[in-house]
Structure formats: C-alpha cells, structure tokens
C-alpha cells in the first residue's frame, strides 16, 4: 500500500514569491492534516480536513497561507507571499476517522521550504 | 493551556537501556503517542496508550500516569539505528474534534 506522497521534497524560493505544496494521503483516509516542523521542534498543525472540509484551521495564517481539498482526496497547501520565516518543512498526514480511539496519523516525508 | 515538555538531547551506549520522559499539561487528554523520527524523514508511528500503565512493543515499551501527567518511552538493546528524535504527543479533545499536539522532541544519539 502506497503511503502518503507529497511533492515537492525540496523546494527553494526568494521571500514575496508564491509557493504551493500538493499531497496525496492513504487511499481510504478521509482526514488529512497539514503540519509544519520548524528546526528542532515538534510539528505543528496548520489545517485539518475531513474529506473535502476544513474542520480545523485555527492555526493557518490565513493572510498569505491557503488550503484546497476540493474533492476530499488530494490537498494543496499555498503561501502567497512567502516570507523568510515560513522556511520549515511542511508536512502532510492522514487518518481514517478522527472520531475512533485510536487513529494513528501517517506523515509523508515532507517539503522542506528554503526562503532566501 | 496545552504544554508538553522533554528533554532536548540524550546520549546512550549500543545494547544499553534509555528512558525518555514526557510531561504534559492538557486539557482535554485523550491519549499519547509516542513518534520516531529520523533526520529529514517522516515521523513514524512507535507507540499509543490511553489507559494508565505499560504498553510493550517489541524494544520499544510506553507508559503512562493520566494523574501525573507523565509519560516515558524505554527503549531496550539499543542499535545504532535508534539515533533519531522521539516525539512525545498529546491528542487532546476540545470542540468536538480531536487534535495531537507535539513536543519539540528529543534527540537521542546512540554510541558504539
């Protein structure tokens, strides 16, 4: 079974430039979770969707950051614009139903974002 | 608030014992997971518990104390390949919707 497939890994870009971000979760994973992981600390939610609904977006800052689940499979995650601060790895995740006890979330291996 | 708290590096030996300690304060406590990561890759899923006690996995065992706030993950005969961060997190429930909250992780580097 494919795992959850994220592209770009890697992606480099001048401060004030657009970036966008795509990730396919686990066939069957109806929750889909974006997440930055800055240098040395722990992820960090950004957006959750439950299929193609943004359940949880507390955390996204919505000025230059913007999220699509338009048919509640793949997402895109986009900064418009990108500022220094925003270098970090972005990574995506996926689940079956929130709701159960246990749903454990699976990480792709991430975008790591470079802004010069 | 949500708080999570580890230390930031150990150091152990091959073949040896190592604990790593989780305190957590939150307020809607609905299990902890315990992550591996290593460097530039994916965190992977190592262990759960929502009950009080010890789970065993192979190496890799958790516990937890709800009343305390505490968790650790013990990792026993430890391999070269266990240097990675470990990421204790707290999926806590509020609004309806679960949510996990991450540590900042704890960076074990494994000796010969």
């Known amino acids: 079974e494919a795992g959850v497939v994220q592209s770009p890994r890697y992606k480099i870009i001048e401060k004030k430039q657009p970036v966008a971000f795509w990730c396919n979760p686990i066939?069957?994973?109806?929750?889909l979770y974006w997440y930055r992981q800055n240098l040395g600390q722990g992820p960090e939610l950004l957006i959750r969707?439950?299929?193609?609904?943004?359940?949880?977006d507390s955390q996204l800052p919505k000025d230059r950051f913007s999220a699509e689940r338009l048919k509640g499979v793949d997402s895109t995650l986009k900064i418009q614009p990108a500022e220094l601060g925003d270098s970090a790895v972005y990574l995506c995740?996926?689940?079956?139903?929130?709701?159960?006890?246990?749903?454990?979330?699976?990480f792709g291996p991430g975008t790591r974002l470079t802004v010069l | 608030g949500q708080n999570i708290d580890q230390p930031t590096e150990m150091t152990a030996t091959e073949g040896a014992i190592v604990q790593i300690n989780c305190t957590y304060q939150?307020?809607?406590?609905?299990?902890l997971f315990w992550y591996q990561q290593h460097a530039g890759e994916a965190p992977t899923f190592l262990s759960y518990n929502v009950l009080d006690g010890l789970e065993e996995k192979g190496r890799f065992s958790s516990f937890l104390s709800r009343s305390k706030g505490y968790s650790y993950l013990l990792l026993k005969e430890l391999q070269m390949k266990d240097s990675a961060s470990y990421l204790c997190a707290v999926r806590d429930r509020n609004g309806g919707y679960n949510k996990l909250i991450f540590g900042a992780g704890t960076r074990l580097a494994v000796h010969p």
């Open positions: 066939s069957g994973h109806n929750t």
């Open positions: 969707y439950e299929n193609e609904e943004a359940v949880d």
């Open positions: 995740a996926s689940s079956t139903t929130s709701g159960n006890l246990y749903n454990e979330q699976f």
């Open positions: 939150t307020s809607g406590f609905n299990g």
